[in-house]
T-cell receptor, first 113, second 109 residues
Framework: DSGVTQTPKHLITATGQRVTLRCSPR?????VYWYQQSLDQGLQFLIQ???????AKGNILERFSAQQFPDLHSELNLSSLELGDSALYFC????????????FGEGSRLTVL | AQRVTQPEKLLSVFKGAPVELKCNYS??????LFWYVQYSRQRLQLLLR??SRESIKGFTADLNKGETSFHLKKPFAQEEDSAMYYC???????????FGQGTRLTINP
């Protein structure tokens, strides 16, 4: 499957901990996007990378950080976790920048207890 | 700032009936609008984009700049249309895709 892949699919952790979510874009896609989906907030844009460089930033907390590596996979790091960080985290990719046509992964469901 | 509003969280219609999922937006620039769909146990995927003016799975959406709307319509609903639908606006300046809250559509047999 050459679609967007995300790991882990599910993650349960405790408040105050740190986790890393991983995303591999579609083959050939240079742009990676991270979104957070929580029950009350809907799909919120966090951050975008293009070919290793940060391109756009949304409502990403300072406790969160991301990067895109030379092989184009991306990681989203969430630290000092709070109960409110429990959500589904989606990664998406696209072949170009400046587009609204994104290809999504299945998401990583984070539960903070 | 841009905003996408989908006023209905839930919408339920009978098979064969017309469907309209509402989407309103606010954006100072020239809008690029999309509809995304998420079927049960599947990933979020693009359904259609206003630029191409296409019809996908019988769905159409017309951009109405005067009413700042981009409603999704289908004349005859089918059971397989049951899904979560998201309207989205691409903000050219900020280079980000902004989603509405989504509407869960249920087609009753």
């Amino acid at each position: 499957d050459s679609g967007v892949t995300q790991t882990p699919k599910h993650l349960i952790t405790a408040t105050g901990q740190r986790v890393t979510l991983r995303c591999s874009p579609r083959s050939g896609d240079l742009s990676v996007y991270w979104y957070q989906q929580s029950l009350d907030q809907g799909l919120q844009f966090l951050i975008q990378y293009y070919n290793g460089e940060e391109r756009a930033k949304g409502n990403i907390l300072e406790r969160f950080s991301a990067q895109q590596f030379p092989d184009l996979h991306s990681e989203l790091n969430l630290s000092s976790l709070e109960l409110g960080d429990s959500a589904l985290y989606f990664c998406a990719s696209s072949g170009t920048i400046n587009t609204g046509e994104l290809f999504f992964g299945e998401g990583s469901r984070l539960t903070v207890l | 700032a841009q905003r996408v509003t989908q006023p209905e969280k839930l919408l339920s219609v009978f098979k064969g009936a017309p469907v309209e999922l509402k989407c309103n937006y606010s954006y100072s620039g020239s809008p690029e609008l999309f509809w995304y769909v998420q079927y049960s146990r599947q990933r979020l995927q693009l359904l259609l984009r206003h630029i191409s003016r296409e019809s996908i799975k019988g769905f159409t959406a017309d951009l109405n700049k005067g009413e700042t709307s981009f409603h999704l319509k289908k004349p005859f609903a089918q059971e397989e249309d049951s899904a979560m639908y998201y309207c989205a606006l691409f903000n050219q300046g900020a280079q980000k895709l902004v989603f509405g809250q989504g509407t869960r559509l249920t087609i009753n047999p």
